[in-house]
């Protein structure tokens, strides 16, 4: 799947998850997203949730190789029970 917005990685998460892929549910991620990176580059560092699992920055701060990466990582660190 190739991912070119913000409804792409939405629903790249949430499958990579497991997760139902609702309107819904693609919408609360994007809004996150929004929140993490409100400006027109919807994904700095290919790490739009800004998450710290794999990207080599615990704070979030990290980066990662490509978007699907990033989607895989973020999916696994809130499958995790912490959230």
């Known amino acids: 799947m190739a991912i070119n917005n913000r409804q792409d ?5 949430l499958t990579d998850m497991g ?3 609702t309107a819904n549910n693609i ?4 809004n996150w997203m929004i929140a993490e990176n409100s400006g027109s580059n919807w994904a700095p560092r290919n790490n739009p949730l800004n ?3 794999g990207s080599g920055g615990g ?15 973020a999916a696994q660190n809130l499958s995790a029970g912490d959230y």
């Open 9 to 13: 990685y939405a629903t790249a998460v």
């Open 19 to 21: 997760a139902p892929v």
């Open 27 to 30: 919408q609360t991620v994007v």
């Open 51 to 53: 998450n710290g699992l």
């Open 59 to 73: 704070s979030g701060l990290g980066s990662y190789s490509d978007l699907a990466t990033s989607a895989r990582f």
